[in-house]
């Protein structure tokens, strides 16, 4: 993990392409900006977690093929 200090206004760049700029820091709060190319998906860490724990559980579900074709035919 690289670890940096940064004022407030003060950036740093990741790949040349993505900047993290701190705008406040107060009360314990630091508020960020994040410029990134559109394609670069961007989250809050608890956001992420949920988002690939809930993959995980889709994975594990188990669907009856047969059901899935009749399911479709019934909602074109």
Request: without cysteine.
């Amino acid at each position: 993990m690289l670890i940096l200090s940064r004022k407030k206004d003060e950036s740093i760049i990741i790949n040349g392409d993505i900047r993290i700029k701190v705008l406040e820091i107060e009360e314990g709060k630091v508020r960020i900006g994040i410029e990134a190319p559109k394609d670069v998906d961007i989250f809050r860490e608890e956001l992420y977690k949920s988002i690939q724990e809930e993959n995980m559980e889709a994975s594990k579900t188990n669907i009856d093929i047969t059901e899935m074709k009749e399911f479709l035919k019934k909602n074109k």
